[in-house]
């Protein structure tokens, strides 16, 4: 089957080829130029477009003789570049600025960034029109002016340079360098400063200047200004810079924000993520009052904040979980990059509920700083490690290989006495010697003093009824506001409220017996005005009489007196062995001192009956009182002996056993401590041992640490020894102790070529902790950053905000620009940063 084609004429052939060319043609008028878009900065064009919205810099051609001039205009239009909106337009606008004048003359110039890019895109004028005539210089033989010859170089080849970089002063009739000048270098010469005018010596002076460093770098710094502001896309980089300013800007306060509010534990988010909004939360609440006195952060508010996801504003909780991430990742390399630099470091961990039911384990190091003082960081807490020993042991090498911490360098733990932690065969103490020998284990000090404490308290019915009956009394007027009001309006002039006990924190049962000792009458009264009140209930007049006859006891009054005084000396040294910048040989000395300080209270008892016999108003023990029982005797059975009296009998029952108990559990507990400094005898008692002592106690620590300490060590101790007693230093050795001596050491920066070995067994007795009281107080912070409201945070979350709160030191110190710098660096942004 044929087709029959329709063949065009030449004419048709020709309107077709006209409407494509006229439609082409339309469609290039409606294309922008290239030369629309960019402009060359150092174009002398007379004007530009008005609808142009690039940067322009337009230079007024001038003639010869307006070159001459002493002033140069100069008329810049510049753009004002804000960050794009969320739509995505450039939203960009002209700004003109007003006319700028530079001088010519270099004695007048004004030299700021302005002026150093002008002269970097078009030079400078070197003044060599209008002659020389105030350059006049009289010598003894003639008189010298400024020549034209002297702006050339002769090269040793014969050719002829321009010194383009020669400016002459009309005013002054001197010249000068203008880039060394422009730049203010360091050459302290008259061709930057005052001003050259030595025509006889000229040549030689301009030909050394030229040649030295300074000259060249200042040059080469001209040069380079110039290449980058006389790029093209020059305008299309400052749009660049100002939006890179513009959004670090927001990110810097974003990040102040997140610093201050972590650092004290509080919450970030709330019910909604508005500005605006009762509900927002702390983070963008802070936002928002810091907006009110920054005009920058209040306008980026108002256009960013509310406009949803899609919208690039660096406010949301996305980009501010993100920041805490980035913290949280930094703040443990600075303290993982510390401990290596100390390379001895110590462990203590505890674990604690938290308010989701979840244990949670705490895990601290203890290491020494490079200024010689010891150091507890918080790490991390790890979720339900479980209670056995063998769990607990693979939770902290796993932590440590997690953080990049050998645990080959490690030289002590802490924990407190539960059996399986602190179990000689198959406690968690045991299974970590297996892994490293080394890791010397030291029971927590302060835990160790509560349980001496505790075990006193149990140790007779007498004392365990005194602590009862103190807590019942603080159950009695605290179950009531009108009891709790009555006791209140006795001590009015009495600012010591009777306290309750607590069963784990013995500071409690020392501020509950100074209470009570301290108000001992107002309470008695309080008792009287509620049992007397006939309006009061049965049963309320009854327990008051009950705890009333109770105080009216001789017994009641001398314990009180007794446990204050016990109780209050206990709770100074436990407050003291709760310190980080002690050692172990001040917990040995503290438990020494205890021990005496008991042994000594034995023989005090007549001066404790006698305070309690004053407070009380009351001369006779109960027993004395009270009708006693007598057994009766049959004809075959001895006559018992004589019984004591009530005072005897309580100085012996109840007084030397309490006593007695206090000073074996002190001494028992002070075993391991004494053990452990016998060790490092050699560091302790450096300034009082003999040199055989001194030898022989070295060769004991080296032969302990074999790894760390060479066989110079005993010869290092000897002149460490020398040095302390012979030469006139500004340390008392009469208080010297191992951290005072590792300071001083560093101090005086002998540490590394003179007592080398000496630092290392300093850093490895001061990195064995005495107490983990720190992990303790991290549950304080768990309690804090994990409350019922934020109870489903995720523990990555967890341990970020519980780092910074605990270690909230380090938090100030992160460097803003560093944060921001990683936070561009993670992945791709939609808006520029870096």
């Known amino acids: 089957m044929s087709t029959n084609r329709k063949r065009l004429s030449g004419d048709q052939y020709k309107k077709i080829a006209k409407l494509k060319s006229e439609k082409l043609h339309n469609v290039l008028n409606k294309t922008h130029k290239l030369t629309d878009f960019f402009k060359n900065p150092a174009s002398t064009s007379d004007s530009c477009s008005s609808n142009s919205s690039t940067n322009t810099i337009d230079i007024p051609k001038k003639t010869d003789a307006q070159v001459s001039e002493t002033t140069i205009s100069l008329s810049v239009e510049v753009d004002n570049i804000e960050p794009e909106d969320s739509c995505g337009s450039n939203g960009l606008t002209n700004m003109i600025v007003n006319e700028i004048i530079f001088e010519t003359d270099p004695v007048k110039w004004v030299i700021n960034d302005e002026f150093r890019d002008y002269v970097a895109k078009n030079g400078f004028n070197q003044n060599m029109t209008n002659g020389f005539i105030n350059s006049k210089r009289v010598y003894c033989d003639k008189t010298r002016y400024l020549t034209n010859i002297m702006f050339n170089r002769r090269l040793i080849n014969g050719e002829i340079i321009v010194r383009s970089w020669l400016v002459y002063s009309p005013s002054l009739g001197v010249v000068f360098c203008g880039p060394c000048r422009i730049f203010q270098t360091s050459l302290e010469t008259q061709l930057v400063t005052e001003g050259f005018n030595d025509w006889k010596n000229a040549i030689s002076r301009f030909s050394y200047h030229e040649n030295s460093k300074e000259h060249r770098d200042a040059i080469i710094n001209l040069k380079h200004r110039g290449n980058v502001l006389g790029r093209i896309d020059y305008s299309l980089i400052k749009q660049l810079d100002t939006e890179i300013e513009y959004w670090r800007n927001v990110l810097k306060r974003v990040v102040e924000t997140i610093k201050s509010l972590a ?64 913290m949280m990742k930094k703040l443990k390399h600075n303290i993982v990059k510390e401990l290596k630099i100390s390379k001895y470091f110590s462990i203590s961990i505890d674990s604690t509920p938290d308010i989701s039911h979840v244990d949670k384990l705490s895990f601290m190091v203890r290491y020494v700083l490079e200024t010689g003082l010891p150091v507890e960081r918080f790490l991390c807490f790890v979720s339900n490690p479980g209670h056995k020993a063998l769990d607990l042991t693979n939770a902290i090498t796993n932590t440590l290989k997690s953080h990049d911490i050998d645990i080959s360098d490690c030289r002590g733990q802490s924990y407190d006495n539960a059996s399986n932690m602190s179990g000689q065969y198959s406690g968690v103490q045991a299974r970590i010697k297996e892994i490293n020998p080394l890791v010397y284990y030291v029971p927590c000090s302060a835990h160790s003093l509560n349980l001496v404490g505790i075990s006193s308290a149990e140790s007779c019915s007498q004392a365990s009824m005194f602590f009862g009956f103190i807590q019942q009394l603080y159950n009695f007027f605290s179950a009531s506001t009108h009891r709790w009001s009555i006791l209140q309006l006795n001590m009015k002039h009495n600012a010591n409220t009777i306290k309750s006990l607590s069963n784990t924190r013995w500071s409690a049962r020392a501020d ?25 209930k049965c049963a309320t007049r009854n327990e008051s009489n009950g705890l009333y006859n109770q105080m009216q006891k001789l017994e009641t009054s001398f314990m009180v007196i007794f446990w204050n005084y016990i109780l209050e000396r206990f ?235 605990i270690e909230n030191e380090m938090l100030k110190e992160l460097n803003c620009e560093d944060l921001i710098d990683a936070f561009a660096k993670t992945k791709c942004r939609r808006k520029p940063i870096v």
């Open 263 to 326: 650092s004290r534990g509080l919450p970030f988010r709330g019910h909604d993520s508005c500005f605006g909004s009762v509900h927002n939360g702390n983070y963008l609440m802070s936002l928002e009052l810091i907006a009110k006195f920054d005009p920058f952060l209040a306008d980026h508010i108002v256009r960013f904040g509310n406009k949803g996801s899609g919208s690039t504003s660096y406010l949301s909780h996305v980009v501010c979980d993100e920041f805490i991430l980035l």
């Open 512 to 536: 509950a017996c100074r209470a009570l000792y301290n108000s001992w009458d107002e309470i008695i009264n309080a008792l009287v005005t509620i049992k007397d009140d006939i309006f009061e």
């Open 571 to 805: 709770n100074a040294s436990n407050k003291q062995l709760q310190c980080v910048e002690i050692g172990n040989d001040k917990v040995s000395q503290i438990y020494t001192s205890l021990i005496n300080l008991v042994q000594k209270t034995r023989d005090n008892f007549n001066e404790y009956e006698t305070k309690a016999k004053k407070i009380s108003k009351i001369t006779e023990y109960n027993v004395d009182i009270t009708r006693q029982k007598k057994k009766k005797i049959h004809f075959d059975e001895k006559a018992e002996q004589t019984e004591l009296s009530g005072g005897d009998k309580f100085r012996v029952e109840t007084f030397y056993l309490i006593i007695d108990k206090i000073t074996n559990e002190l001494e028992k507990r002070h075993q391991s401590y004494k053990t452990f400094c016998d060790l490092f005898e050699v560091l302790l008692k450096i300034t009082s041992l003999n040199s055989l002592k001194i030898v022989e106690s070295a060769e004991k620590l080296q032969k302990m640490y074999p790894n760390d300490l060479d066989n110079t060590f005993s010869s290092e101790c000897l002149h460490l020894q020398s040095y302390l007693l012979n030469s006139n230093i500004d340390i008392d050795i009469n208080i010297l102790t191992p951290i005072t001596l590792c300071q001083y050491l560093r101090e005086k920066s002998l540490h590394i070529e003179i007592f080398p070995n000496v630092d290392t067994a300093l850093r490895i007795f001061i990195s064995v902790p005495v107490s983990n009281c720190t992990t303790e107080r991290s549950f304080s912070c768990l309690k804090r950053v994990k409350n019922y409201l934020r109870s489903t945070q995720n523990d990555e979350k967890l341990n970020s905000l519980a780092l910074f709160s």
